[in-house]
């Protein structure tokens, strides 16, 4: 499985009673759990972009989804036109460039969805996103299981049509609003959701053994997040590749 050093105890094939299969949607202890989703889409965003406010709308809405795991990277590239990203990450620019590079793109730029680690679209573009969601699907299913003391295992069947791939841990704040002082969109008060507070990798899914791994879940959550996607991501080199399966967590 993976050598990568975490803070997370990974037991690997647990055989522990007490189990409940999740599917779908699952509450338990104040916590949702959404399964099988069809489309990861994650928007790279920032405060001081004028054309970003459309896109930051238009993913709360795909947010709502059951069968969407939406996720808002927001960038610091833009922090020089006069108004610093509160919520912006170095890693997120880095993530951006690197889908660029593993797609040969020359460029990157804000307002910019990715549908599943695939392909990247203009955010504005309302109408194509909605019908990329509408037609796409996860290759692989990434179960769920519970356990009573709070921990969650995490399993996926091996496929040999498909690379091995990282297993990451995002977490995010549900939704929250800023005022923008200055830059281009100075003077106005911006409500943002699903917004990515960390991401980390925690394990490795191999398309020979799979994967089958365990999670502390409040640990994985943190204080202050108020919930987190679970992603299977084919690794090519350094570069990201497709997105396999998904889980998303958020607290009620």
Known sequence: MTRLATRFAVLLRPVLAGLALVTGISTAAALEIRTGPSAVIELFTSQGCSSCPPADALLTQLGTRGDVVALAYHVDYWDYIGWEDTFALPGNGQLQRAYAQAWGKGR???PQMVINGQRGIAGTYSSEIRALVRSTTLP???????FNDGTLTLSMEGSPRHQDAVVWLVTFKGSAEVTIDRGEN?????AYSHIVTSRQAIGMWTSSDGLDMRIPLEEALGPENDGAAILVQEKHGELPGPILGAVAITRN
């Open 108 to 110: 990157i730029y804000t």
């Open 186 to 190: 100075s003077g106005h008060t911006m």
């Open 140 to 146: 692989l299913d990434l179960q769920v299981r519970e």
